[in-house]
């Protein structure tokens, strides 16, 4: 349990290269973050920031109110599981979660309890006397979680720990992380690109972009209220529709022109657009693909066009459709069944509707 | 009766072997040529007592082998190939290990310092002792230069039968460090940084590190530099030749050096083969107990 906080931490390299910028944060004990971002975006250096494996060039890390830059790895009282699991190759599965308390020389006696306890809750107890080459990849996960669990350490980092898993295996890991969270009820920080396993496992979610924090959220948030195109971009699969518009007042009501139609913008959205003077301006409009919807009359139509691919998935459809505006994605629970070229109409659910600044990028409507 | 199921499964499993014997023999020839029958040629002269010259010989039975174990100057020598050969081993596994963690981080001129380090492997040994003779010389010689500008007593170095052995060591260590240096640095560069990492964040200090993670680590390469070392060690001639020619009164005779006497220069083949024989038989045991050893302590 730990409270962990970053204070405009930045680190950079001798060639001068700023792997991560002014990065502030702060986890309050209990809390599960989640550092997420495309690769190179400084979220696996800012974790091992805080683990101490990188030196802090810049800025203030305190654990527990305690400043913590310059202090060993050994010392922070920190467990890390990485994205290799990083086994000790000669060690017994038993031997590996062990470790970290023979070397404080915790009685013998003691370490056998605990090492069992731990091997029991992973169900890693028939696997103890293998050594890491004889496990499977979720097998040797489950040893590099032991091995964090064993210490009780006051805060646990993981690397992409997941990505070296096939996709079931990922996801039925995933659950189990999720049930080692409830169960430890400790913090966690948690690196990962997969934006799946953020919206899922993160109580918090720090999204970052080329060394530099976008957003920081919880995921619901994240999903409906993105500060900027990125995060919009980043969060949600299949990813969010961007599409050209010019904001115009018609009869009093402030609408989204696009090439095919006019989405009616809502009283809150509305004067969001007066106040930030956009009217009779450029905008880039945003929509998630599950936002997008058949149009029944031509009154409603935002966007015409013909399906370039339709994917069942069974319960849902994504529909891609080259429209005037581009290709947009519907993801929709009204199985119709498509064919390549069938001409199509569509429109939006006008609430769910994001408008962003097309030079800054940054929402104009939250 | 299976008498024809057992035929067709000989012949299956033999149907190919003319055509395995045509890729090996172009090996196997010289094989069988240069090794495997003088090894065999040796273990029969062992029985006999020829003299090296003589067209002519007669078969003695274990004569040869009563007499050497007899021979007090074979104790004597096979002593001083333990000696030798543990004398050159371990130095050569421990400096080659230190100068590797030392060369690891690559620095400003740490190729060429590893170069140096090395080249004393691939310059004839020949040529290396007979510097190293005029290193040793009594007088004048840069050792004992060394020593008296440290303020330590000159020594007789190979003029002497107490530090004979310790100057012949000397060299063979000199020249093999460099080889060992090469294989440790590259095993050291294939342990994967994330062990380091996750050894330190379980708390522990750079000597345990080392104990834990990076000697069983490393240890494929140690057992490898073990068994080459030893039998580098058991054949060592050249440096012997030149610098003591196995003495002063025999205090550098090992087994090989004994065998040469024997043979070449007392023209007892018989007996000198039997010490082959002997050599032979312990360098086989003394690889066989290193790989049963290494069971334990070698981790791949």
């Given amino acids: ?366 | 009766m299976s008498t024809p199921k057992v035929k067709r499964k000989f012949k299956r499993r033999y149907d190919k072997l003319p055509t395995v014997l045509l890729f090996v023999l172009p090996a196997l020839i010289p094989l069988i040529v240069f090794w495997i029958y003088p090894i065999c040629r040796s273990v029969y002269l062992s029985f006999t007592n020829w003299d090296f010259i003589s067209p002519t010989y007669k078969i003695v039975g274990l004569k040869n082998y009563i007499s050497l174990f007899r021979n007090p100057r074979f104790f004597e020598a096979l002593g001083h190939t333990v000696v030798f050969t543990a004398g050159t081993l371990i130095p050569t596994i421990v400096l080659g290990l230190v100068l590797a963690l030392l060369l690891v981080r690559n620095f400003h001129g740490s190729g060429i310092l590893k170069f140096i380090l090395f080249s004393p492997w691939i310059t004839p040994t020949v040529a290396i002792s007979i510097v190293w003779t005029w290193i040793y010389k009594t007088d004048g010689g840069i050792a004992n230069t060394i020593l008296t500008a440290l303020g330590a007593s000159p020594l007789k170095w190979i003029s002497s039968s107490d530090t004979a052995m310790l100057s012949v060591i000397i060299v063979t260590v000199w020249k093999s460090l460099g080889y060992a240096m090469i294989f440790y640095l590259s095993a050291l560069e294939r342990v994967p940084g994330e062990l380091y990492e996750a050894v330190a964040l379980d708390g522990a200090s750079k000597w345990r590190t080392f104990f834990d993670i990076t000697l069983p680590c490393i240890s494929p390469t140690t057992f490898f530099l073990m068994i080459i070392t030893m039998v580098n060690s058991l054949q060592a001639y050249d440096q012997i030749q030149v610098l003591t020619q196995g003495g002063p009164s025999g205090s550098t005779r090992t087994l090989l050096y004994m065998y040469y006497q024997l043979g070449f220069q007392e023209f007892n083949m018989g007996q000198a083969t039997a010490v082959a024989v002997v050599m032979i038989l312990l360098t086989v045991g003394l690889s066989v107990i290193q790989f049963k050893a290494s069971e334990k302590w070698v981790h791949y």
């Fill in chain 1, 1 to 366: 349990m730990a409270e962990i906080i970053l204070k405009n931490i930045t680190k950079e390299y001798e060639n001068g290269f700023q792997a991560v910028k002014n990065v502030s944060l702060d986890i309050k004990d209990n809390e599960f973050v989640i550092l997420v971002g495309p690769s190179g975006c400084g979220k696996s250096t800012t974790l091992r920031m805080i683990a101490g494996l990188e030196d802090i060039s810049d800025g203030d890390l305190f654990i527990d109110g305690e400043r913590m830059n310059d202090v060993a790895p050994q010392h922070r009282d920190i467990a890390m599981v990485f994205q290799n699991y990083a086994l000790y190759p000669h060690m017994s599965v038993y031997q590996n979660i062990a470790y970290s308390l023979k070397i404080k020389k915790i009685p013998k006696s003691e370490i056998d309890q605990r090492v069992h306890e731990v091997a029991k809750s992973l169900g890693l107890e028939e696997l103890l006397d293998r050594k890491p080459g004889q496990l499977s990849g979720g097998q040797k996960q489950r040893v590099a979680m032991g091995r964090a669990i064993i210490r009780h350490p006051k805060a646990f980092l993981m690397d992409e720990p997941l990505s070296n898993l096939d996709a079931k295996l990922r996801g039925q890991m995933r659950v189990e992380i999720a049930d080692l969270y409830q169960r430890l009820n400790t913090t966690f920080i948690y690196v990962t690109h997969d934006q799946t396993e953020a919206m899922t496992l993160g109580t918090k979610i720090v999204v970052m972009k080329d060394g530099e924090i976008q957003q920081i959220d919880n995921p619901t948030n994240l999903f409906s209220y993105p500060v900027n195109k990125f995060v919009a971009g980043f969060i949600g699969t299949p990813t969010m529709n961007f599409f050209e518009a010019e904001c115009a007042e018609e009869n009093g009501l402030v609408v989204l022109k696009t090439v095919a139609g006019r989405i009616v913008m809502n009283d809150a959205k509305a004067a969001k657009l007066r106040e930030g003077g956009w009217i009779g301006k450029k905008v880039t409009g945003g929509i998630r693909p599950e936002h997008v919807i058949l149009s029944q009359d031509g009154e409603n139509t935002v966007f015409s066009g013909k399906v370039n691919v339709f994917e069942l998935l069974g319960s849902n459809a994504i529909i891609y459709v080259e429209t005037e505006a581009g290709m947009i994605v519907m993801n929709t629970s009204q199985v119709q069944v498509y064919e390549h070229g069938d001409k199509i109409a569509l429109s939006v659910i006008a609430d769910k509707v994001h408008v962003f600044d097309p030079e800054t990028e940054r929402t104009v409507t939250n």
